[in-house]
């Protein structure tokens, strides 16, 4: 039968796989359905489409209220041009007004040339936007499916260490495991340290030759007199 020490090195080895798969698990499910270049992408794509939407609402009000100016200077020319209207001074305020919806027509006609052009450029925006949303989510669509096989590489890989581990356990004394389970936590899950040429392989401190006699002969549990771990012949 192999010296516990040895055993608890295996066991680690079991371990430590178990304790890399069980994270690299945890970061996939924390990635999984999340990217934070698609979310930027599409509040980018947001923001050009609320400022086009903007800009398209001006240009529709300026041609209401264009259309509307041109309807009462149409209507205002009729009664001015129709003969109806007679009196000097009321020809004259119609002429009056006319002249001043033609100014005002004149100054919305350019603020909507003006809309005009800034819908053109925002178009663009939203276009450019929506490409860089699209490069996005296909490249987050790449990684999903990436880490969606990696994960179930990972589950099965674990699965089969923890089957191994049963099997594993079975030599160990109870006093054994317990001194092992106790220094995991406390030596970043490695507990046990092999030794090699007189030194441990995890602190390089090479140990005293009745410590190094100790560990070759398996009878018991000894601890690398530097960073306290079981030392182990593999």
Not at 87 to 101: C, F, H, V, Y
Not at 172 to 194: C, D, F, M, T
Not at 196 to 211: F, K
Not at 217 to 225: D, E, I, M, T, W
Request: charged share 25%; glycine share 4%.
């Amino acid at each position: 039968m192999a010296a516990q020490a040895t055993l608890l090195y295996r066991l680690q080895t079991i371990d430590l796989a178990i304790a890399k798969n069980t994270a690299r698990l945890k970061e996939i499910e924390a990635t999984l359905g999340q990217d934070t270049r698609v979310a930027a992408a599409r509040v980018a794509q947001t923001t050009a489409e609320s400022t086009l939407h903007t800009w398209q609402t001006r240009a529709r009000d300026l041609e209401l209220e264009i259309k509307s100016l041109a309807d009462k200077i149409k209507t205002t020319e009729n009664r001015l041009y129709g003969g109806a209207v007679t009196n000097p001074k009321e020809l004259g305020d119609m002429q009056n007004e006319i002249t001043s919806l033609q100014k005002r027509q004149a100054k919305l006609e350019d603020d909507n040339i003006e809309s005009m052009l800034y819908i053109e450029q925002e178009q663009a925006n939203v276009k450019a936007a929506q490409q860089v949303t699209d490069a996005a989510l296909a490249t987050f669509a790449t990684s999903q499916s990436s880490l969606i096989s990696e994960k179930y590489r990972l589950e099965v890989e674990l699965a089969t260490y923890l089957e191994r581990r049963k099997p594993a356990l079975i030599e160990i004394e109870p006093a054994s495991l317990a001194r092992y389970e106790a220094l995991r936590p406390k030596k970043r899950g490695i507990a046990v340290a092999a030794l090699h040429d007189g030194s441990c392989t995890v602190c390089g401190v090479e140990q005293t030759s009745m410590i190094a006699q100790l560990v070759r002969a398996g009878h018991q549990l000894v601890l690398c007199g530097s960073c306290g771990r079981i030392l182990a012949v593999p």
